[in-house]
């Protein structure tokens, strides 16, 4: 059974860091790419990025990049989330999902493509 779990969110102050994790079980990270992806009060789930641990590909969204960097252990089937230099903005709940394979190439951060999601972790950026 595919499954995947999120931890690591918290409370955490303007400029400051933060790093989620994925734990995937029941698939290989080298077969699944991973999504992050965030949804706050009232707005629609947006896509975060995305990392396919079989090429090494990573993709970000405008919106963090630079700021964000997703990361991959393929020995923990895990796959990392470190969020940097935190904006109020980034207050979301923060899910990773496990893309679909039928839709092959690189990965992307479109939410249809993703399911297999996990329960979700809040991160709130706040003084």
């Known amino acids: 059974q595919v499954q995947v779990v999120e931890s690591g969110g918290g409370l955490v102050q303007p400029g400051g860091s933060l790093r989620l994790s994925c734990a995937a079980s029941g698939f290989g990270l080298d077969y699944y790419a991973i999504g992050w992806f965030r949804q706050a009060p009232g707005k629609l789930r947006e896509g975060v990025g995305c990392i396919s641990s079989r090429d090494g590909f990573v993709h970000y969204a405008d919106s963090v990049k630079g700021r964000f960097t997703i990361s991959g252990n393929n020995a923990k089937n895990q796959v990392y989330l470190q969020m940097d230099s935190l904006k109020p903005e980034d207050t979301a709940d923060y899910y990773c999902?496990?893309?679909?394979?039928?839709?092959?190439?690189?990965?992307?951060?479109?939410?249809?493509?993703?399911?297999?999601w996990g329960q979700g972790t809040q991160v709130t950026v706040s003084t």
């Open positions: 999902a496990a893309r679909d394979p039928w839709y092959g190439g690189r990965c992307t951060e479109k939410v249809h493509e993703y399911d297999n």
